[in-house]
């Protein structure tokens, strides 16, 4: 007893210690961060950051978006990406060297800034490689009760019938009820304009009345009327036609259906299946449901209360609506029209390997002054990163939706992302003008930088650091490279994947201002581990 209440108070002495340790370092945190951004010569720094960053945020969750739209298949877009790291990988090397031995360290930072804008406007000569042709993946059929059933294909352009007969397992048919051939119900454009669909009920007698669609399109009366037939007397049930039923074992003859003048066809009812309930009920000559309904048409007046009943009289008749998959009905179209594939993807590969290069290099200049700057002054780097994280969450949100701004109600044209490189190439300028008036005076180091490479390449601790980043690179390059492609087929539109790096700032936010108290606490290793394992669970 005297053991577990010596553990319990050691537990609440730790617990107590580790909170006082926290609101320490809370503390230590709030000062630092509220000195920092006080700090005057600093804020050109933040203002920095911001917009470099930003800008490369406005083209790089777009960029496997735009090769998808200029045709490129996906292991083209991988190949493309696969070079990114091949000349950025020298990038370290080569802005070491430069900064250990140009004089002008200002106007090759300036220079390399503004060409990685600059660079960017070729996308906007790649040509088209393919275009592949959209279709739906389903026919639609409308469903009328003659003799028998007659099936009419609905919106065929994208179908080339097949010169068959094919038998479909199982239809199922939706939407019945009776389709007016002129508008049963009469009303102002005006009367219903805040309105996207309105049903209007109409009373014929104390048992019958119908449930009318009146066509709401956009506040006018301009889409096809159908209505509902009820019947509320017990002993005729069953002449109140269901929404939805189906059809078994039915054979579409296709050829009948690229018949121009009329593109249908007649299927008997022993030609087919349906549940015994069904059948009877549907059977077009002496089944229950009545093939036609006929009632008052209905004027509604500028008043919204003038309801005429006239004694004009509307016919519906039965209507249905079914649907197939079109490779059961039509002739499979190519997958892509091909235009000169080679030329766009070699343009793509310049141009990223141009644009990555550049940007390597500009980074790794500003940051050897940036971090020998405030060494310097003994001012703190994180917190500068933190405003470059502002920059993506402002930039990238925002180019997504000029983008479907841009595209509208239609699917996305490769030009449409025109305005992400547009935006990058403006970003880029404004960012190396800002350069320009940036301070970047600091004492310049005394050791060679090749020196201390050969040193780091003789570290096995480094050695293995570099195995691991290695491959968390590959995953990281992987799922940032075809996100959005994923995103995309699941019908996200460009503001949302743009959005995804608001997110991650977000969430990078108190990793960056903590980073120091975490790792000394917890350790290097341990953050590294940990970070992997949320990145893993991220994956699942």
Not at 164 to 173: C, H, L, P, S, Y
Request: proline share 4%; glycine share 6%; with cysteine.
């Amino acid at each position: 007893r005297c053991y577990w209440m010596s553990l319990r108070a050691q537990l609440s002495w730790q617990a107590r210690q580790g909170s006082q340790r926290i609101r320490a370092g809370s503390r230590r945190a709030a000062v630092t961060c509220c000195g920092d951004f006080s700090t005057g010569r600093l804020v050109p720094l933040k203002l920095t950051f911001f917009v470099i960053m930003g800008a490369t945020q406005c083209a790089a969750p777009f960029n496997t978006l735009f090769y998808r739209a200029l045709g490129m298949t996906i292991t083209e877009t991988a190949f493309i990406h696969a070079l990114k790291p091949l000349l950025p990988i020298f990038a370290p090397l080569i802005g070491g060297l430069v900064a250990d031995k140009v004089n002008n360290f200002r106007v090759i930072l300036v220079v390399t800034v503004a060409l990685s804008g600059i660079v960017a406007l070729i996308n906007l000569a790649v040509p088209l490689a393919r275009k592949t042709p959209h279709y739906s993946t389903e026919v639609n059929f409308d469903i009328t009760c003659e003799s028998s059933f007659r099936f009419t294909p609905v919106n065929t352009k994208d179908c080339l019938f097949l010169n068959k007969t094919v038998m479909i397992g199982e239809m199922k048919v939706r939407d019945c009820g009776y389709k007016c051939p002129v508008n049963a119900v009469e009303f102002p454009d005006n009367l219903f304009k805040t309105k996207k669909k309105t049903m209007l009920k109409i009373t014929d007698s104390e048992l019958i009345y119908h449930v009318c669609d009146i066509g709401i399109i956009k506040g006018t009366a301009r889409g096809p009327q159908k209505c509902y037939r009820v019947n509320q007397n017990e002993s005729l049930e069953e002449e109140n036609m269901p929404k939805a039923f189906r059809i078994h074992n039915i054979p579409l003859n296709l050829k009948q259906m690229n018949n121009l003048e009329n593109p249908s066809v007649l299927i008997d009812n022993e030609d087919f299946t349906m549940s015994a309930v069904n059948m009877n009920r549907f059977e077009c000559n002496t089944g229950t449901v009545p093939k036609e309904t006929t009632f008052r048409k209905v004027v509604i007046g500028d008043n919204s209360i003038d309801v005429d009943q006239q004694n004009e009289l509307v016919t519906c008749y039965f209507h249905c609506r079914a649907t197939v998959f079109h490779n059961q009905t039509c002739v499979e179209k190519s997958h892509s029209v091909e235009y000169n594939p080679d030329k766009t993807f070699w343009m793509l590969v310049t141009s990223t390997l141009l644009t990555t290069m550049l940007i390597g290099l500009s980074y790794t200049l500003l940051e050897v002054a940036v971090i020998s700057f405030l060494k310097e002054f003994g001012y703190d780097y994180r917190l500068q990163q933190v405003y470059g994280c502002v920059g993506g969450m402002f930039f990238a949100p925002i180019t997504g939706l000029l983008i479907d701004y841009i595209a509208g109600d239609r699917e996305y044209h490769y030009k449409d992302y025109y305005i992400a490189f547009i935006l990058y190439f403006c970003v880029k300028l404004l960012s190396a003008i800002m350069l320009i008036k940036l301070d970047l005076r600091f004492k310049r180091p005394t050791h060679s930088i090749c020196m201390n490479i050969c040193k780091t390449f003789r570290n096995v601790e480094l050695l293995c650091l570099m195995i691991a980043v290695t491959f968390a690179g590959m995953c990281y390059g992987f799922i940032e490279s075809f996100l959005p492609w994923h995103l995309q087929d699941m019908g996200a539109k460009n503001w949302l994947i743009g959005s995804l790096t608001t997110v991650a700032s977000v969430s990078a936010f108190p990793f960056l201002l903590l980073s120091s108290a975490i790792c000394n606490k917890f350790g290097h290793v341990q953050a590294l581990v940990f970070s992997l394992v949320c990145y893993s669970v991220r994956c699942i």
